[in-house]
């Protein structure tokens, strides 16, 4: 488990300064992979569909993921209910190159996530704080997100939630090595993540924008406040010109601290996803509060 673990979590550092995007077929995944995204997630319907037709929202048809997985080169994500590990065998047995354990779809269990350490494809989780990070590491989790709220293209809580993270983890370098076992009770979190923090000032996985990320300026702006890369959602496939918005997105992250190639990037990309202020949402429609 130990030596899988860390190979998974070193498959994860690869991602690292790059952009994963949702698909919802192969041809959009097609287009993903030109635009030069470093990997896909495959959904039947993206998270501004899922708010918008509600329902149970479920793992994706097993038919549709091994036609994104035959349309691609680059890693295929897929994700699962929080709780669901049936769902989470049934892609490690499509050979899926990651699972997500999501907030977006519908939540299988209303306790417990699943124990990742039990499988051998590495898992990705979101988080609001440090110590959601830290239960999710604790359980076997091989890279981060941040919990922004999907399919709203308003980047507002992807920004609080990495900014969350960057002060706890900036609090617990500057404890007293005596004061962490206290300060882990407080945040729910385990003993030895919490001193790997404090010794290493950083998480020990990568960490990536998610939620609301709709125009090259959201991206660089994550990646500025310290992300390890980014994923982007609907914003990509509800504007009027997906492949060049796509594009532009990547080559943002590559560039994210130069503005005048940003100012360039930005320019002509045609119509925006219509974005949701999250403000004016109602508590229900919201997914980032999801997972415990």
């Not at 049936?86 to 490690?92: D, F, P, R």
């Not at 907030?103 to 704080?129: Q, Y």
């Not at 404890?175 to 009770?185: C, P, Q, S, V």
């Not at 009027?240 to 560039?255: E, L, M, S, W």
Request: glycine share 8%; with cysteine.
């Amino acid at each position: 488990m130990n030596n899988r673990y860390e190979l998974n979590k070193n498959l994860a550092q690869m991602l690292k300064g790059g952009v994963i995007m949702d698909v919802t077929d192969a041809e959009q995944a097609g287009i993903a992979e030109a635009a030069g995204a470093c990997a896909v997630m495959a959904l039947e319907r993206v998270p501004a569909d899922i708010r918008k037709f509600g329902g149970i929202a479920r793992m994706s048809d097993p038919k549709l993921i091994k036609e994104i997985q035959a349309a691609v080169s680059i890693p295929v994500m897929a994700k699962v209910r929080i709780g669901h590990f049936v769902e989470a065998q049934i892609l490690e047995a499509l050979e899926i190159d990651y699972v997500d354990e999501s907030e977006v779809l519908t939540p299988a269990d209303d306790k417990l996530h699943i124990n990742k350490k039990d499988f051998s494809v590495p898992f990705v989780c979101g988080a609001k704080n440090l110590g959601e990070a830290l239960r999710r590491i604790g359980e076997g989790a091989s890279m981060i997100r941040t919990k922004g709220e999907p399919g709203t293209g308003d980047v507002v809580e992807a920004v609080k939630h990495m900014r969350a993270m960057t002060s706890a983890i900036n609090t617990v370098a500057s404890m007293g090595r005596e004061e962490l076992m206290n300060f882990a009770k407080e945040i729910s979190a385990p003993y030895d993540l919490v001193v790997y923090v404090h010794e290493n000032k950083s998480l020990p996985v990568v960490n990536f924008a998610a939620g609301g990320i709709a125009t090259p300026a959201d991206a660089a702006m994550m990646m500025q406040l310290g992300c390890d890369g980014v994923f982007v959602g609907s914003g990509i496939f509800k504007s009027g010109d997906p492949a060049r918005r796509a594009q532009a997105i990547v080559k943002a992250v590559t560039n994210y601290n130069d503005p005048k190639m940003l100012a360039e990037l930005s320019e002509d990309l045609g119509e925006p996803m219509v974005g949701i202020n999250i403000s004016t949402m109602p508590e229900e429609d919201r997914m980032a509060g999801r997972g415990w």
